[in-house]
């Protein structure tokens, strides 16, 4: 089975990426029975294919993740906004492994700053959002905040959807 590990795609940009729109991920399920809820249905139809995984499926386990989102409202100008989105994990030591967002307007960079104290930016420049996600491999802690700057054209609001993805050590 794939890991979310860096590797090339159609964009040219690093991370998890598939060439078509479906994105795999390998599940053994326990019953015959099970309920998914798929956000924006409408828009983001879910097919589900049972039988042996393929080869570059991703383990579900390795897709717990926290859910944020930030909203920028602009006034009568269009520009760049910036603001905050605040993770909260579960308790134990925690290790990110990997980020996903999507936007809505033309584009929004995120970045944060790591125990080492580097600091890591990442674009999306899509306004559908990327089919990427960006590997990471970084300690963590209960709360973790991540800055976005995102152009908002005038008399708009920009939101933006992102996914911190990770694991809890033992």
């Given at each position: 089975?794939?890991?979310?590990?860096?590797?090339?795609?159609?964009s040219?940009?690093?991370?998890?990426?598939?060439?078509?729109?479906?994105?795999?991920?390998?599940?053994?399920?326990?019953?015959?029975?099970?309920?998914?809820?798929?956000?924006?249905?409408?828009?983001?139809?879910?097919?589900?294919?049972?039988?042996?995984?393929?080869?570059?499926?991703?383990?579900?386990?390795?897709?717990?993740?926290?859910?944020?989102?930030?909203?920028?409202?602009?006034?009568?100008?269009?520009?760049?906004?910036?603001?905050?989105?605040?993770?909260?994990?579960?308790?134990?030591?925690?290790?990110?492994?990997?980020?996903?967002?999507?936007?809505?307007?033309?584009?929004?960079?995120?970045?944060?700053?790591?125990?080492?104290?580097?600091?890591?930016?990442?674009m999306?420049?899509?306004?559908?959002?990327?089919?990427?996600?960006?590997?990471?491999?970084?300690?963590?802690?209960?709360?973790?905040?991540?800055?976005?700057?995102?152009?908002?054209?005038?008399?708009?609001?920009?939101?933006?959807?992102?996914?911190?993805y990770?694991?809890?050590?033992?």
């Amino acid at each position: 089975m794939a890991t979310l590990k860096p590797i090339g795609n159609p964009s040219g940009a690093g991370g998890l990426a598939y060439k078509d729109p479906m994105f795999r991920v390998a599940y053994t399920f326990d019953s015959i029975s099970f309920y998914v809820t798929v956000p924006n249905a409408p828009s983001s139809p879910a097919i589900f294919y049972f039988g042996t995984p393929t080869a570059d499926s991703i383990a579900l386990e390795d897709l717990t993740g926290v859910v944020e989102s930030l909203s920028l409202t602009q006034g009568t100008t269009a520009g760049v906004m910036s603001g905050t989105m605040n993770f909260q994990f579960p308790e134990g030591k925690i290790l990110l492994t990997g980020y996903w967002s999507i936007v809505n307007q033309a584009y929004a960079i995120s970045s944060f700053q790591v125990a080492t104290g580097k600091n890591i930016s990442l674009m999306n420049a899509n306004k559908t959002g990327q089919d990427v996600i960006h590997p990471l491999e970084i300690e963590g802690s209960q709360s973790f905040s991540v800055s976005v700057s995102a152009y908002v054209p005038a008399s708009t609001t920009s939101t933006v959807y992102a996914v911190l993805y990770y694991k809890i050590l033992g």
